[in-house]
């Protein structure tokens, strides 16, 4: 089985890497995202006030009590930036991920699909690889998204080491396995394309504008709240912003890592019962 | 034992397309088995159940006395498959494809490089192996993916429509391959053709499928000789009515029949029979357009058990639906 796996996972991956545009685009859209979404909505910038000659005492006051009790009280950080990249940390993988039903229609549509029906493998190891080429791009773009922030002026917490660097790749990654398992297992019977392309045109925003990426969640209504509360990148985020921030509280953080682990498990149990039903 | 049994063998697609309608037939170790019949007659159906990549309504297939739906992993072990549709993936490079699918037994990667290189010397594509595949023509695609077929060194090798769209000469080349594999290796092939000629020169049986149905078995030998004598085809352009009874009555004539606009005359000796059909079609008014004489060949076979033109044929209400049903696919 391993072996199998590996060698359409190899597929995969020669098959990414030999598109060069494909690399190009890893770099740019996180640029977009950050150097003009991220620093245009930055609300740290929207919220301070203008120098005005003669109120220096009193703005510098009002501008600390705006910063505290706003800013520092949504966001949990002065940074919005920050809380903004982190965010877009998960929304990346999304983004990323939702296309990974592609090659399996693609492969059908092309007759690669019969040459591994047609094998004596378990059907399995044909999803296990979509997920995982899909998990490994997801990664890329998701470093290349951190790399590129820091250089736009994300900052991390002063105690950020490999542990914490360890714990937000374990917490992408189960993000990225369950997403790549639902996007797959949502493909395995599908025959147009274009499917596809609604169902990831359908969810992406929402999944984004229902979770903390870019706002908390706690000055939503209620109905949005528990929406938010059900979204796996809600949870991704909170484990992300209070090693990397030191946003949030430790205490809820066990909530959110048994949340991950669960959603995670349940995604992929569910695209390997499926993939018996690739044909 | 039979490489292949098969046994009254059915299939109605998902919206009651009735693609085979109980086909029987075995093909026995060393021979070349050919399956004919126009587009849409089941040929690619029956291919896709033994190979195990579609379920059979009802009928058993076996393969080296496997069954193909209760033991799917066993058979696919023991076959390889070419399909009619091209599969080699086009952005990878040759070797790469035939690597991959070597991989897919279970071989290990060393090995699937060396085997790989193997059957593209074998196939004659061993100086495009680390081409990309998008950049090979017709002919060496079909061959690639012949050698994907042979990578686990099956027992029986399915080729469905295997020089489907290529010229004069790559057929002749894959002819040659699809030759030299049943004599040097003694492997077993079944294969699917629409081209009379390919069957006639490459199988040592024949089966004619028409409509999910099989018409008729045999060598092509026995075939051809079923029907006897030759063939005189007269194309008419407006045949008249009684023109099948002036003809039946000349002498050594044995059949007559009409088929569209065109006449088979079945005679004893052509050509014998021919100044007194020229004169008897000119004394009733016949102007004719061509004429040709056959000795006998499988296309004959095939108009004589099914009834039609096998070429040149709208496709019926059946056909077009399954290839509507497969472009929907």
Redo the contacts between chains.
């Keep these: 089985m391993i072996?199998?796996t590996?060698?359409?996972y190899?597929?995969e991956m020669?098959?990414w890497f030999?598109q060069k545009v494909q690399l190009v685009f890893v770099v740019i859209i996180p640029l977009m995202w950050m150097g003009l979404f991220g620093k245009s909505l930055n609300f740290s910038v929207l919220f301070r006030i203008p120098d005005v000659p003669g109120i220096e005492p009193i703005r510098a006051q009002i501008q600390h009590l705006i910063e505290e009790h706003i800013v520092k009280r949504y966001f949990g950080t002065y940074d919005y930036f920050s809380f903004f990249v982190v965010g877009m940390l998960s929304v990346f993988i999304l983004f990323t991920t939702m296309w990974s039903g592609m090659s399996i229609v693609f492969d059908?549509r092309?007759?690669?699909l019969?040459?591994?029906?047609?094998?004596?493998?378990p059907r399995y190891s044909i999803v296990v690889s979509k997920i995982l080429s899909s998990v490994t791009r997801s990664l890329i773009q998701a470093s290349a998204l951190l790399v590129i922030a820091l250089a736009l002026g994300l900052s991390l917490k002063a105690s950020v080491g490999p542990i914490e660097i360890l714990v937000l790749y374990a917490v992408i990654t189960a993000l990225a396995i369950s997403f790549s398992s639902i996007f797959t297992a949502v493909a395995i019977r599908i025959?147009s394309h274009d499917l596809v392309i609604s169902i990831a045109n359908l969810v992406n925003l929402p999944l984004m504008f229902t979770s903390n990426a870019l706002f908390p969640t706690q000055q939503m209504p209620e109905y949005l709240q528990i929406i938010a509360r059900l979204n796996p990148i809600t949870h991704a985020n909170n484990i992300n912003r209070y090693f990397l921030l030191g946003v949030g509280d430790p205490v809820s953080l066990v909530g959110s890592a048994v949340y991950m682990i669960l959603f995670t498990v349940v995604s992929l149990a569910i695209a390997m019962i499926l993939s018996r039903k690739i044909? | 034992m039979w490489v292949v049994e098969v046994e009254n063998l059915h299939k109605i697609y998902p919206g009651g397309v009735k693609a085979l309608n109980g086909i029987s037939f075995k093909v026995s170790k060393g021979e070349i088995y050919s399956i004919l019949g126009p587009n849409g007659a089941g040929k690619t159906t029956a291919m896709k159940i033994i190979?195990?990549?579609?379920k059979p309504t009802s009928g058993s297939v076996s393969v080296m006395g496997i069954d193909v739906t209760s033991n799917s992993?066993?058979v696919?072990?023991i076959?390889g498959?070419v399909?009619q549709?091209?599969?080699?993936?086009?952005?990878?490079t040759g070797v790469?494809n035939v690597?991959?699918?070597a991989?897919?037994?279970?071989i290990?990667?060393g090995e699937a490089r060396r085997r790989a290189m193997e059957l593209l010397e074998m196939v004659g594509l061993k100086d495009a192996a680390n081409r990309i595949v998008r950049s090979y023509s017709g002919g060496m695609r079909r061959r690639l993916e012949l050698a994907?077929g042979l990578v686990n060194d099956p027992e029986l090798l399915i080729l469905d429509e295997p020089t489907l769209g290529l010229d004069v000469q790559s057929r002749l080349t894959l002819w040659d391959y699809i030759k030299r594999l049943k004599n040097e290796r003694g492997l077993t092939i079944l294969m699917t053709t629409h081209y009379m000629d390919e069957a006639d020169k490459l199988s040592n049986r024949v089966a004619i499928i028409d409509h999910g149905k099989i018409v008729v078995e045999g060598s092509p030998e026995e075939l051809k000789s079923r029907i006897g004598g030759d063939v005189i085809m007269v194309k008419a352009s407006k045949p008249s009515h009684n023109i099948i009874d002036k003809i039946v009555a000349i002498e050594g004539v044995l059949g007559v029949d009409l088929v569209e606009n065109i006449v088979r005359i079945k005679v004893e000796s052509a050509e014998k029979a021919m100044a007194k059909l020229l004169g008897v079609l000119s004394s009733i008014g016949t102007s004719v357009e061509s004429i040709s004489i056959a000795k006998p060949t499988l296309d004959q076979v095939f108009i004589e058990y099914t009834g039609r033109m096998f070429r040149d044929e709208e496709p019926s209400d059946f056909r077009k639906q399954v290839m509507v049903w497969r472009r929907?696919?």
């Design positions: 072996r199998e590996a060698a359409l190899e597929r020669v098959k030999r059908r092309l007759g690669y019969n040459r591994f029906l047609v094998a004596p493998i025959t044909e | 190979a195990t990549l579609l992993n066993a696919r072990r076959i498959y399909p549709d091209l599969s080699a993936d086009d952005e990878l790469e690597i991959l699918q991989r897919l037994y279970g290990s990667k994907m929907r696919r």
